[in-house]
Structures are given as structure tokens and as C-alpha cells.
């Protein structure tokens, strides 16, 4: 069954876990991201890293704290959210 409250990381959600959270600023979005693509690199998930910026951009900030492995391997893929979701 699945949970539902308040968490304070995005560390330790069951495999295809589910979870929305706010944020201040892109700094602790990002530490949020990085806790979830942990957890999937341990489970061997694949994942989608969505974001506001260009392809190139969102590799490199994921790179910067230590992903580099993930996206390499093409267990992290990378995707603007404007190529991701169709506004209309």
C-alpha cells in the first residue's frame, strides 16, 4: 500500500514510489533530485531528469554532483520540459 504524508528527503521511497514536493530555490530542488536518483541508481532503475533548461544544462548540473556515472551509462536521461510535456 502506498503512503502518503509529509517527508523530509526523497531517500528511501519504494521502488516506482511516487512524490511531490515545493522548494525555494533551484539549489534545493536539485539536493532533492539528487536524494531520488540515488535511490534509483541503487535499485537499478532508469530515470528522466525533467527540468527548465537546455539538454546540455540539466546534464551538467546533474554531472556536477556526482551523476556523471548515470547519465554516461543512460540510466539517467536528461529532457527540457518543454520536450517533455506538450503545452498547449
Known sequence: ???NG???SAAGLVPFGHLGWGYR?????VARAAD????????NQRMEYVGDGSREALGAELADIG????LRSGRIRVTPIDDFYEFN
Open 67 to 70: 551523476f556523471s556515472e548515470g
Open 1 to 3: 500500500m502506498r503512503c
Open 6 to 8: 509529509v517527508v523530509s
Open 36 to 43: 531520488y536518483l540515488a535511490d534509483g541508481l541503487k535499485t
Open 25 to 29: 530555490d533551484r539549489d534545493e530542488f
